[in-house]
């Protein structure tokens, strides 16, 4: 059974840090990326990272978020900083295994608010 389990979310001040974790079991995975949702939003990706380390991130998150993972634990890590109100959303894991296969996790609150 793959399982993604997310942590970290929260309440956070405008120009605070989050750090959110995401712990995948179950399968071998290629990529992996975190995916976030806005009230009144579409889904959309924040940053993606594959097996060998390669990244890409949303336009609107460059510089203030990193993401990373740790493939003997199968644990994936978004750091945030310098959050922003507009980074309010619920914030998804995602990993893709080596057959192919989509994975979701339950989502994680995140809320940047004064």
């Known amino acids: 059974q793959v399982q993604l389990v997310e942590s970290g979310g929260g309440l956070v001040q405008p120009g605070g840090s989050l750090r959110l974790s995401c712990a995948a079991s179950?399968?071998?995975?290629?990529?992996m990326g975190w995916y976030r949702q806005g009230p009144g939003k579409e889904r959309e990706l924040v940053a993606i990272?594959?097996?060998?380390?390669?990244?890409n991130y949303a336009d609107s998150v460059k510089g203030r978020f990193t993401i990373s993972r740790d493939n003997a634990k199968n644990t994936m890590l978004l750091q945030m900083n310098t959050l922003k109100p507009e980074d309010t959303a619920v914030y998804y894991c995602?990993?893709?295994?080596?057959?192919?296969?989509?994975?979701w996790g339950q989502g994680t609150q995140v809320t940047v608010s004064s």
């Open positions: 995602h990993a893709q295994t080596i057959l192919i296969q989509d994975y």
């Open positions: 179950g399968s071998i995975f290629r990529h």
């Open positions: 990272i594959t097996s060998g380390g390669n990244t």
